[in-house]
Every structure is written in C-alpha cells, then in structure tokens.
C-alpha cells in the first residue's frame, strides 16, 4: 500500500535544518521593528551556521547584546542597511562602526520598505520624493542619485533590495506557507518574504492545510520557503520587558 | 516693559490639537508631537498613524496589559481602538508618500521660512546618522506642522533663513507651532497665525530674524 505524502511540505523541524542553504556573502533581510516581529531564534540559528561576509537588512542594528546585536559582535556581517541605527543601547553596532569594522547603508524607512517591495515585484527601479534634496539623495561614493520632476514635483531614483534569504517573524502558519501575523508584529514581513529567494519563517503555531481563512491570509505560501515553530517566550529585545 | 509667558509643553500641545479636525488622519512624530493626543478634544473622533502599521493606534495601557507585539514609532507599547487596523511597512508608508495622511506632527532642530525641514541629524562629526522615518512623514502628508521651541537653548532662533542642519525635506512644512507663536510658512515665507499674549510683532520679528507678515 502506497503511502499519501503531502506534495508540498515547508514545515521544517528545526532552525539549524531551515538554515542550512544560508551562503557566505548573502544578503539577509531580518524582520522586526522595535520589540515586535524580531525572528530572535533564527538569528540565533544564524550566528551558530556560521554564514559569513554578510550584507544584513534590518530597520535597526541591533540592540544590547543578544539577536541581532549578538550577529553583528560575531563580525560576519560586512555591511548593514538600515533606517535607524542609533538606540540607546545600540552599542554593539557603534562600536564596530566607529571603528571601521561595518559598512553602513542608512536608507529612509519608507524608501527602505519600498525597495524590498519593488525587489519583490519586479519592478526595476522607481522614484520617490522621499529624500530629494537631502543628504540620503548620494550614492555610497558621494555621487548624486539619478532625479527627476515629474509632473513638477521632484524625485529621486531608487533601486529595489534583493535578499537570497529573509529570516521573519509570523503567528501562524500551514504547509503550504500561508502566513499571518499578530499585530504590528507584522511590520516588514510581508514584504521581506517577498524580496528574498529564500524565506524562512518562525510561527507559534502550525495549523491543518484549509483552516486558515483565505480571506485573511497576509502572505500566501508562495513568498514562504520554510517555516519552523517556535514556543511563546519573553524576551528582554530592546531593553523592554517582554515580547509575546 | 514687555511681558510675556512660553506657552508650557501641553499648553502647545492643545494649541497644536485646536487645529486637527474631526475625521483627520494624523501621524504625530516621537517625542513632543505624542502629547498632542492627549488633547483631542472628547467627542472628535481622530485617527493616529503610526509607522510601523497602525491606524487606530489608542493610548498606552497599563502596565499589566502591555503588548509588545502592539507599540508605537517610538516603540512604547499602545493600543488599538475599535476599527483601528494593522498593515505592513511598504503599506504603511505608501499611506504617506501617497498623500493620504491629513497632518503630520513633528519636532524639529531647525524650520526654514520657506518650510525647509532640519530634523534628522545635527551633523555632528563622528555621530552615528539615524533617519528612520523622518524623511518620509515630511513630505508625505498633506500638511507638515512642526512643533518646537521658537529658541535654541542658547537663544538662537530655529526658524532661520536656511538650515544649517541636513536636511529632512525642502519646502514641506506648512505650520510652526512654538511656544511664543504659530507661524506660517512657504514661498512667500513667514506669515503670524497667533502669538502669546504681551509679545508684540516687532519682539518677535527680533527673535526670529527675519520679517514676520500679519
């Protein structure tokens, strides 16, 4: 008797197993915002794969000494883009970047969020008003960004951000990678997943293929390579108390 | 003799909240512009944004509620009123850049007469540059009030003729509310809204530095 295997299964059994595919000098776009959505567990499982000479996409740089503060101490992070660096207790990330040991791309949040949403829809490049004129308007070698006005208005040409893998944080998922999230948890998510070629994501819960409600569902399963569950914890990310 | 008071911080936080209508979509900057929700008048109902994905953001709850799957661009925890929502970040800031927001609140180091933006960095040599969303809220909402102190600790005035600081954006502020007076500003650059009681024109045009229209 022949046995009925699911065709398609992302659920995976550990991190380390999830993990295995990350690359030297890939690109690793990180979920979270503040205390909310950091995947905490497959950071964690980075730094023990020992991926190095990577290129990190987070909206921050880490806090204390622990997630991904704790990736960036290892130094196998070469560069970081990202909106905000400067916190309270980001004193892991400014002690390597004072010291010459990290390369810091600081991207406005809004063009931050779009780039990874153009990479994940194949848009080539576009142009927003977000930053004409500033000093965020320069490329890396201090060369002004392509702008132009269009219907009067001032822009300025911005490139997509193309992740090989995303590490994030959801809620619940199935089999198939559908995703939801929990509350503003879900933050860059969505569209990380949608960015990278490579998705993993953590979830509380792992639910039957057609409960979820398909009207609801945030990140269809297509974005989503694996997922792994993790257990409820309380974290101290961020210098707070807890985190659901 | 002249005599005058600074208007305190939530007393301009309530002249800031005299002007949000009922309705309004608002996105009120960390730091100072949060205490404007305190003073939404009771009976108008005001929708808060909030960066990270929130619209219907509410007050902080108590401390045995706190969710930190649920907080503000400040990253304190919130809560969400009834019909409020939650959305991605590329949403959230389309919402902006799209021109959808209403009125956007924010502090400032420095505010040009024709509404240039300095409030992200100070430019300081060897400082770690943050930026967050701070660019993308001063040019996406329909109208960008400022909300600081008219003067620098050292007296200066932060409503200049240019900024010395980097810029956030050029020409996107539309109000100045400060504790001495509310301004305008654009192209024809700064025109009075109102000023506290016993301060004349003329003293504030000396503060400032430059010509104040009535």
């Known amino acids: 008797m022949t046995q009925n295997v699911p065709m398609i299964n992302k659920i995976s059994n550990s991190i380390a197993e999830a993990l295995s595919q990350v690359r030297d000098g890939a690109t690793v776009l990180i979920g979270g915002f503040g205390t909310a959505g950091i995947p905490n567990e497959l950071i964690d499982g980075l730094i023990e794969q020992g991926a190095r000479d990577l290129t990190v996409v987070n909206n921050n740089a880490g806090n204390g000494d622990t997630g991904l503060a704790a ?82 208005k001032p822009y300025v040409l911005e490139f997509p951000i193309y992740g090989d893998v995303a590490l994030i944080k959801a809620e619940t998922g199935d089999r198939w990678g559908n995703l939801v999230y929990r509350k503003a948890a879900r933050n860059f998510g969505p569209v990380m997943a949608t960015a990278a070629k490579f998705t993993v994501a953590t979830v509380h819960n792992i639910v039957e293929l057609g409960t979820m409600d398909p009207e609801s569902i945030v990140t269809p399963g297509i974005h989503v390579s694996k997922i792994v569950k993790i257990e409820h914890v309380a974290t101290q990310a961020g210098g707070f108390k807890k985190a659901a | 003799m002249m005599t005058y008071q600074r208007r305190t911080k939530d007393e301009l936080a309530e002249r800031v909240a005299r002007d949000i209508f009922d309705g309004a979509y608002v996105n009120l900057g960390i730091g100072q512009p949060t205490l404007v929700a305190n003073h939404i008048p009771a009976g108008m109902e005001v929708v808060l944004h909030s960066e990270n994905g929130i619209l219907g953001m509410g007050p902080a709850p108590a401390s045995e509620d706190e969710d930190f799957d649920l907080i503000n661009a400040g990253k304190q925890p919130v809560t969400l009123l009834a019909g409020g929502a939650f959305f991605h970040h590329a949403d959230s800031f389309s919402m902006m850049r799209g021109g959808h927001l209403d009125i956007c609140v924010l502090g400032a180091f420095q505010v040009s007469a024709t509404g240039d933006l300095a409030n992200w960095s100070t430019g300081e040599p060897g400082s770690i540059p943050a930026v967050g969303g701070a660019m993308d809220l001063a040019i996406g909402a329909k109208q960008t009030w400022v909300m600081m102190d008219l003067l620098t600790k050292k007296g200066e005035s932060k409503v200049v003729k240019e900024c010395s600081y980097p810029l956030t954006g050029i020409g996107c502020v539309k109000r100045i509310y400060s504790d001495l007076a509310t301004l305008e500003c654009g192209p024809q650059g700064l025109k009075l809204i109102d000023k506290v009681d016993g301060l004349d024109l003329n003293h504030l045009q000396q503060l400032i530095g430059l010509p104040v229209s009535e």
């Open chain 1, 71 to 152: 990736l960036l101490k290892t130094g196998r992070v070469r560069k970081i883009i990202c909106s905000f660096p400067r916190q309270a207790d980001s004193f892991v990330f400014d002690e390597l970047y004072r010291t010459g040991k990290i390369e810091l791309e600081l991207v406005p949040q809004g063009n931050l969020a779009e780039r990874l949403r153009a990479a994940g829809a194949g848009v080539g490049a576009f142009f927003t008003p977000t930053g004409f004129g500033t000093e965020l308007a320069k490329n890396a070698d201090g060369s002004d960004k392509e702008t132009r006005v269009i219907n009067g």
